[in-house]
């Protein structure tokens, strides 16, 4: 059973950055494709970036598309997500996702001055 924790989280002024960061124990994170969702008080859930297997592909929600950067270093079997100019709006509880019910338990990110 794969388990992901996550961290990186906290609080930074609207334009700031922030790295997250998502730890998978067990040496089959190579074959998940690998997401982050966020979830900000009383909204869903929602899909924020992907990264493929092999770390070649990658796919962003048009909301942060240009500011947000996904990766992963399978030596490592980390997924991390570079989060650049942010803002209010993106305050929410970010969740790494490896597929199916594999779900970390979540960092929050607070964007306010």
């Known amino acids: 059973q794969v388990q992901l924790v996550e961290s990186g989280g906290g609080l930074v002024q609207p334009g700031g950055s922030l790295r997250l960061s998502c730890v998978a124990s067990?040496?089959?994170?190579?074959?998940?494709?690998m997401a982050w969702y966020r979830q900000a008080p009383g909204k869903q859930r929602e899909w924020v970036a992907s990264?493929?297997?092999?770390?070649?592909?990658?796919n962003y929600a048009n909301s942060v598309k240009g500011r947000f950067t996904i990766s992963r270093d399978s030596a490592k079997n980390t997924v991390y997500l570079q989060m650049n100019s942010l803002k209010p709006e993106d305050t929410a509880v970010y969740y790494c996702?490896?597929?199916?019910?594999?779900w970390g338990q979540g960092t929050q990110v607070t964007v306010s001055s």
């Open positions: 996702h490896a597929g199916g019910n594999i």
């Open positions: 990264i493929n297997t092999s770390g070649t592909y990658t």
């Open positions: 067990g040496s089959i994170f190579g074959i998940f494709t």
